[in-house]
Nanobody
Framework: QVQLVESGGGLVQPGGSLRLSCVVS????????MGWYRQAPGKRRELVAA???????DYADSAKGRFAIARDNGKNTVHLQMSSLKPEDTAVYYC?????????????WGQGTQVTVSS
């Protein structure tokens, strides 16, 4: 089992910055990729950014140039640095960890942290 705990959400003005953190515990040896997803009211959960164990990253078009994902394997932590925030970035942000087994994929989720961008 893998446990994820997010922190760092809050209220920020448009153009501001926030840094989300996710601490991973449990069977971390099984984790391959990690990422951040978000879900706004009335919308589907969507990928924001992902990072593999080797450090390869992938971003949603809406996040490119504004957000940066980083992984600290020594501290079992993944961060999402968000800059130039917009009201449309308002959502609950979820940390995700993917573990791969023989012919199977396991997704683990944190409890979510609210990000509100408003003046």
């Amino acid at each position: 089992q893998v446990q994820l705990v997010e922190s760092g959400g809050g209220l920020v003005q448009p153009g501001g910055s926030l840094r989300l953190s996710c601490v991973v515990s449990g069977s971390i040896f099984s984790i391959s990729a990690m990422g951040w997803y978000r879900q706004a009211p009335g919308k589907r959960r969507e990928l924001v950014a992902a990072i593999t164990g080797g450090g390869s990253t992938d971003y949603a078009d809406s996040a490119k140039g504004r957000f940066a994902i980083a992984r600290d394997n020594g501290k079992n932590t993944v961060h999402l640095q968000m800059s130039s925030l917009k009201p449309e970035d308002t959502a609950v942000y979820y940390c995700n960890a993917v573990a791969l087994g023989p012919g199977a994929r396991y997704d683990y989720w944190g409890q979510g942290t609210q990000v509100t961008v408003s003046s």
